[in-house]
T-cell receptor, first 110, second 114 residues
Framework: SQKIEQNSEALNIQEGKTATLTCNYT??????LQWYRQDPGRGPVFLLL?????KEKRKERLKVTFDTTLKQSLFHITASQPADSATYLC?????????FGAGTRLFVKA | ETGVTQTPRHLVMGMTNKKSLKCEQH?????MYWYKQSAKKPLELMFV???????ENNSVPSRFSPECPNSSHLFLHLHTLQPEDSALYLC?????????????FGPGTRLTVT
């Protein structure tokens, strides 16, 4: 069965540094990979998607890479701010069936 | 505001009650989803409707019954639930078939079964 792994440990970084979150998957060949942000008690918010034929995507301070050989995506937040503290979810998309990872909790300390 | 609303935001119900969760999307999307999110677990896809037709049903117990009367509204009818059904229930919508299936979520209904 398909499996997605994200860092289960929370990631603590200092303000201004780059946060890097990892998403690994097995037994799947997704057409797209998406990243979402979720704050406590709220629904996830879509951030970025990357297609299977793309290596890298950027949006403001966010950067996503996608290595279909390694079956891995990296999500970077540059110049991190305390407001970036949240849980970040990766999701594999194959048509209507989207499979989410459990998420990585990020804490950015001022 | 995400354009997807859910009511109620909080619900406490006994195991013998019947209740319904409501979701409405104002984004003009053609697909709607129900997810269950339990503590420290990934979102679990429950049901997907596209153009008011159910296209995914992920082995969900029959005590959960979805209804999609039109492309803007989605309901989840609940009856004889178990305590392990306590969770955050999230509704989402997306533009499918030609879109990238990016989903827009509502704020969720926090359900507690006593």
């Amino acid at each position: 069965s398909q499996k997605i792994e994200q860092n289960s440990e929370a990631l603590n970084i200092q303000e201004g540094k780059t946060a890097t979150l990892t998403c690994n998957y097995t037994n799947y060949s997704p057409a797209y990979l998406q990243w979402y942000r979720q704050d406590p008690g709220r629904g996830p918010v879509f951030l970025l998607l990357i297609r299977e034929n793309e290596k890298e995507k950027r949006k403001e301070r966010l950067k996503v890479t996608f290595d279909t050989t390694l079956k891995q995506s990296l999500f970077h937040i540059t110049a991190s701010q305390p407001a970036d503290s949240a849980t970040y979810l990766c999701a594999l998309v194959g048509g209507f069936k989207t499979i989410f990872g459990a998420g990585t909790r990020l804490f950015v300390k001022a | 505001e995400t354009g997807v609303t859910q009511t109620p935001r909080h619900l406490v119900m006994g195991m013998t009650n019947k209740k319904s969760l409501k979701c409405e999307q104002h984004l003009g999307h053609n697909a709607m989803y129900w997810y269950k999110q339990s503590a420290k677990k990934p979102l679990e896809l429950m049901f997907v409707y596209s153009l008011e037709e159910r296209v995914e049903n992920n082995s969900v117990p029959s005590r959960f019954s979805p209804e999609c009367p039109n492309s803007s509204h989605l309901f989840l009818h609940l009856h004889t639930l178990q305590p392990e059904d306590s969770a955050l229930y999230l509704c989402a919508s997306s533009q499918a078939r030609g879109g990238s299936y990016e989903q827009y979520f509502g704020p969720g209904t926090r359900l507690t079964v006593t």
